[in-house]
């Protein structure tokens, strides 16, 4: 089963009377060959932290409630908002998200590619 994820991407100024504001809203619509929450996030104080890499994936539960429960500083959902005061940081940032979850695919794929299947080894001395 190959490995595909599905991102929306929502970017949107909200800037006010007050100050610029530029919204970066992400979602995970759908997902195959790998969990559905991709986003992760901090438990204490409970905020937006990266994308998940390969390894978050095993490592974090997708409830905040389960990491706490399991002694852990991180959790993973599948949806994050983010706010900049400045456009450039903002696409950064919507930029960054893209390209971490196509990394994420083809890192998860590989590693799954790598893991599936039978091979014979033969050992030997001398």
Known sequence: ????????????DVSGAEAPLFRVENEILA??????ALFVF?????EY????????VEDYPNSRAEAINLG????RVP????????ITTAVE???LIQGRMNYLAAAYQLAKDTFDGATTYVYTEG
């Open 42 to 46: 901090s438990v204490e104080p409970d």
């Open 31 to 36: 997902t195959e060959g790998i969990d559905i």
């Open 1 to 12: 089963m190959s490995v595909s994820i599905t991102l929306k991407q929502t970017n949107t």
């Open 49 to 56: 932290s990266h994308p998940a890499m390969p390894r978050d």
């Open 93 to 95: 940032a919507a930029t």
């Open 72 to 75: 852990l500083d991180y959790y």
């Open 79 to 86: 949806s994050a908002t983010l706010e900049y005061e400045d």
